[in-house]
């Protein structure tokens, strides 16, 4: 069984498609589908944001306008305190409630030294790391982890599969650095889900089972502080999930504003020494280039893609001429 690293590789035959157009033909896209301006845009900010680090995200604006989840819902927040806020999201996809309950927790921090926002009645948020990073940019650590109603919905055929098979999760930590970009884990909470289905999966349960016990407990944190935390069940969350089928999860996000508890600076530079150390006592993973801490290459692709464009291989071209068809645009690039 090959391992993936590379998963998120660039593609190899490519068209590069420039930030600007193609944050306003997904910020379209997504207005065309019934979202207001605002929620429009900050979705097709995040999205552009994966986009610009090599990880690719699609498909919502058709999923709104399918009727699973609400294009232009009312996002309010129904609980409060100095430290918290908890926020429904009405059906809507997770992206804008969730860019909301971590400016919400960023400013908490900056209070309280640490701020949590949670948001219930949700479609999916995308990746951890865009709450996370929200927190990171503000001089915070984050965290944040996204959860669903129940483990499975229905019940499992005969034979049941193994608890290694849980599920994948959305995980992320971000903290900031110096001059660096900081530490940026940005994954599904389960250590093999690159391998789920493929062939040898089933013997790397044997084979490495303490990884797969460690891998059921990250996957349950995050379905439970991401789900259960946020209020996501009882009757209301039933009512919710029947009108919003698409709508039947949750998400956290934590701020720790570090300059209150101790020196910006110091906590920053050591940061940057925790990675100098690294590269300098440690030799590469196999297959890599260079010993590079998680966020690391995300970082250094954003660069590169803000200058000369993000390459749109053919299944991301596929996809956005569907959009344009759908919605009547001409795709980005040309």
Request: proline share 7%; hydrophobic share 40%; with cysteine.
């Amino acid at each position: 069984m090959e391992p993936r690293l590379f998963h998120n590789a660039p593609p190899t035959d490519f068209v590069r498609v420039r930030e600007d157009r193609l944050l306003a033909f997904v910020t379209t896209c997504f207005e065309r589908a019934g979202s207001a301006p605002e929620q429009a845009a900050c979705i097709a900010r995040l999205l552009v944001n994966s986009d610009l680090r090599g990880v690719r995200s699609r498909g919502y604006a058709l999923a709104m306008e399918g009727g699973g989840l609400n294009p232009n819902p009312d996002v309010r927040v129904v609980y409060e305190t100095a430290a918290a806020a908890i926020l429904d999201g009405d059906g809507a996809l997770g992206y804008w409630p969730m860019a909301q309950a971590a400016a919400r927790a960023v400013d908490k921090a900056t209070e309280t030294s640490v701020g949590l926002g949670l948001v219930r009645h949700i479609g999916h948020y995308g990746s951890a790391g865009h709450y996370s990073r929200i927190c990171q940019e503000a001089g915070c650590v984050g965290l944040s982890v996204q959860g669903y109603r129940g483990e499975a919905g229905t019940p499992r055929p005969e034979p049941k599969p193994s608890v290694g098979h849980t599920g994948d999760p959305p995980i992320s930590f971000a903290i900031p650095a110096g001059d660096g970009p900081g530490v940026v884990v940005d994954m599904g909470a389960s250590v093999f889900g690159n391998y789920a289905g493929k062939p040898g999966f089933e013997e790397l349960l044997e084979q490495v089972p303490a990884a797969f016990f460690r891998s059921v407990g990250l996957i349950a944190v995050a379905t439970l502080l991401g789900g259960a935390l946020t209020g996501l069940t009882g009757p209301e969350g039933d009512a919710a999930a029947q009108r919003w089928p698409g709508a039947r999860m949750g998400g956290m996000v934590l701020a720790v504003d570090v300059g209150q508890l101790v020196d910006t600076d110091l906590f920053r530079a050591e940061v940057e020494r925790y990675a100098r150390d690294l590269r300098a006592n440690h030799a590469p993973l196999p297959g890599t280039h260079g010993v590079r801490l998680p966020g690391e290459l995300e970082a250094e692709r954003l660069v590169e893609y803000r200058r000369d464009g993000i390459p749109y291989a053919g299944r991301e071209q596929e996809a956005a001429r569907e959009l344009g068809e759908r919605f009547g645009m001409e795709v980005p690039w040309e």
